[in-house]
């Protein structure tokens, strides 16, 4: 039976960013297999459907562990205003769920 386990990692954003505006801060949440790391589904605060989709296909399927890999392609493919926002709520994200595999699953 696959467990997974429900992740929010949050940041700030540029005070003129419409995310800021309509959020007052970012969120990424993750879904987790804890058996393996690996992301079985994500979704952020967005002003467009497109940005979330997007940020999906960097994310699905991956080891959630996996942070230079994942940082880099953050890095490469995803120009958005929200770039470093999103990669500060991932490690925001990648540091409580090694706290809660270590503390319930080890």
């Known amino acids: 039976m696959q467990e997974t386990v429900y992740i929010i990692g949050d940041s700030r954003t540029n005070m003129d960013n419409a995310i800021t505006v309509i959020y007052n801060s970012y969120y990424i949440a993750f879904e987790i297999d804890v058996s393996n790391d690996k992301i079985i589904?994500?979704?952020?605060?967005?002003?467009?459907?497109?940005?979330?989709?997007?940020?999906?296909?960097?994310?699905?399927?991956?080891?959630?562990t996996d942070s230079d890999k994942i940082e880099l392609e953050i890095q490469r493919r995803y120009h958005g205003t929200s770039q470093k926002a999103l990669i500060v709520s991932y490690k925001d994200a990648l540091k409580k769920y090694q706290t809660i595999k270590n503390r319930f699953y080890v």
Request: hydrophobic share 40%.
């Open 41 to 64: 589904d994500v979704g952020c605060t967005h002003t467009i459907d497109i940005t979330e989709n997007f940020i999906k296909k960097i994310f699905m399927g991956k080891n959630i």
